[in-house]
């Protein structure tokens, strides 16, 4: 969230921001945000689990790992496409609401 949140301010400039280019930053942050969330929330219960399984049956463990590689994946996924929203929004909606007078 820090990486997307630094690379979403040095973009803004008081002058030219744009309400396009704050919905994608939003969205941009929501989707990092989330995105974490989710991954931190499976890593937690995979963990849980796991550690009671591995206490049990020791040949688990690498299955255990792989799948903590999976979840831990899932973050990653939102910092691309967090970081990809927000690169984008730069060039674009500039002169979308322009005034008719």
């Known amino acids: 969230g820090l990486i997307t949140a630094v690379i979403i301010n040095g973009k803004m400039e008081a002058a030219t921001y ?5 919905y994608a ?3 941009a942050g929501l ?3 989330m995105s974490s969330l989710a991954a931190g929330l ?3 219960i995979v ?5 009671r399984a591995n206490a049990q049956q020791p040949r688990l ?3 255990m790992i792989l799948i903590l590689i999976f979840a831990e994946a899932l973050g990653l996924y939102g910092l691309i496409v967090g970081l990809v929203v927000a ?3 730069e060039g674009k909606g500039k002169n979308l609401c322009s005034s008719y007078a």
Not at 18 to 22: I, T
Not at 47 to 51: E, K, Q, T
Request: hydrophobic share 45%; proline share 0%; no cysteine.
């Open 42 to 44: 499976a890593i937690g």
């Open 31 to 33: 989707t990092v945000g």
């Open 61 to 63: 463990f690498v299955g």
């Open 47 to 51: 963990g849980d689990a796991g550690v």
């Open 25 to 27: 930053h939003l969205a």
């Open 18 to 22: 744009s309400a396009y280019s704050g």
């Open 87 to 89: 690169s984008t929004a």
